[in-house]
Nanobody, 118 residues
Framework: QVQLVESGGGLVQPGGSLRLSCAASGSIFSINAMGWYRQAPGKQRELVAVITSGGSANYADSVKGRFTISRDNAKNTVYLQMNSLKPEDTAVYYC????????????WGQGTLVTVSS
């Protein structure tokens, strides 16, 4: 069984920074793309950023220039550095990974709440 565990959420003032982490554990043979999604109250879940196993990254237009996704393949961990946070970044942030065990699986974390407020 594969699990993703997120950490690093919390309350931050506008203009501040947070770093989210997501660690995958279990019977993992390999991990392809890893990504971060978010869901604000009353809104649909949306893609924030995704990174391939080779390190190629893509971002939602709303976070370009402010957020940076990275990963440590040796630790099966993906990070999201969030700078210049805005109130509209407030959401539950979810990690997702495409993981190969005995077959390819799409695995989601439980989510971590980020609140941007003064």
């Amino acid at each position: 069984q594969v699990q993703l565990v997120e950490s690093g959420g919390g309350l931050v003032q506008p203009g501040g920074s947070l770093r989210l982490s997501c660690a995958a554990s279990g019977s993992i043979f390999s991990i392809n793309a890893m990504g971060w999604y978010r869901q604000a109250p009353g809104k649909q879940r949306e893609l924030v950023a995704v990174i391939t196993s080779g390190g190629s990254a893509n971002y939602a237009d709303s976070v370009k220039g402010r957020f940076t996704i990275s990963r440590d393949n040796a630790k099966n961990t993906v990070y999201l550095q969030m700078n210049s946070l805005k109130p509209e970044d407030t959401a539950v942030y979810y990690c997702k990974a495409n993981v190969f065990t005995s077959r390819w699986l799409e695995v989601w974390g439980q989510g971590t709440l980020v609140t941007v407020s003064s």
